[in-house]
Structures are given as structure tokens and as C-alpha cells.
Nanobody, 122 residues
Framework: QGQLAESGGGLVQPGASLTLSCANS??????MAWFRQAPGGEREFVAAARNTGHTYYADSVKGRFTISRDNAKNIATLQMNNLKPEDTAVYYCAGNQGILSTIRDRQAYYTWGQGTQVTVSS
């Protein structure tokens, strides 16, 4: 098992909620983020949180998803509400020590979890 480990994925119906967790077994990162990759698609930014508490979201999830960090426990959580079929993807947790301008940049993250499947289907 690597430094980051995701959990909480599953199969849910449209409109349901799901919570993903990312446990970090190593040193804390300045940025913790969630990305997702749908079949045949690129890995895309979903949400990120700085160690200051500031959060950032993709437009497609703003208002539905909430990212949070528990710095004491070294865990990042993604609360997903009102899930839609287009949210179906493998969700990855990632961490970096980069500057703010890189927080949405997939290539700026050098530590990744193995991913957890989220399927939204009726």
C-alpha cells in the first residue's frame, strides 16, 4: 500500500450521497486533491484543499461536493451530494507541496492513491 489510500466508493442511485476518504500515512501535503477519470476519459480535477483550509472546486461539482481536511488525522474527505450519472468514474486522491497556481494541475501532483470506483446508476 502506498502513502495515500482511498476508501468509500460504491454504487449509488442518482441523487444519492457518498463520502470518500483519503488516508495519508506519510508527511502532510500542502495541497490535497481529488481527481477522477471516467472510462475513455482524461483524469480531471474535482476538488482540492490547502493546508490553510482554502478549498477549490471544478465547476461541474461546485455546490454538490465538499472537500475537507483533518490535519490532525492526516485525512482528506470528499462529501458528494446529489450524485449524477456523469459523476461515474474512478476517484483518485493526490497530494503535492506545490504553489497555489498548480492546485488544479494534474501534472503537479506526484503522490497518488490507487483510486476508488464511484458508479451512479439507476
Amino acid at each position: 500500500q502506498g502513502q495515500l489510500a482511498e476508501s468509500g466508493g460504491g454504487l449509488v442511485q442518482p441523487g444519492a450521497s457518498l463520502t470518500l476518504s483519503c488516508a495519508n500515512s506519510g508527511s502532510a501535503f500542502r495541497h490535497m486533491a481529488w481527481f477522477r477519470q471516467a472510462p475513455g476519459g482524461e483524469r480531471e480535477f474535482v476538488a482540492a484543499a490547502r493546508n490553510t483550509g482554502h478549498t477549490y472546486y471544478a465547476d461541474s461539482v461546485k455546490g454538490r461536493f465538499t472537500i475537507s481536511r483533518d490535519n490532525a488525522k492526516n485525512i482528506a474527505t470528499l462529501q458528494m451530494n446529489n450524485l449524477k450519472p456523469e459523476d461515474t468514474a474512478v476517484y483518485y486522491c493526490a497530494g503535492n507541496q506545490g504553489i497555489l497556481s498548480t492546485i488544479r494541475d494534474r501534472q503537479a501532483y506526484y503522490t497518488w492513491g490507487q483510486g476508488t470506483q464511484v458508479t451512479v446508476s439507476s
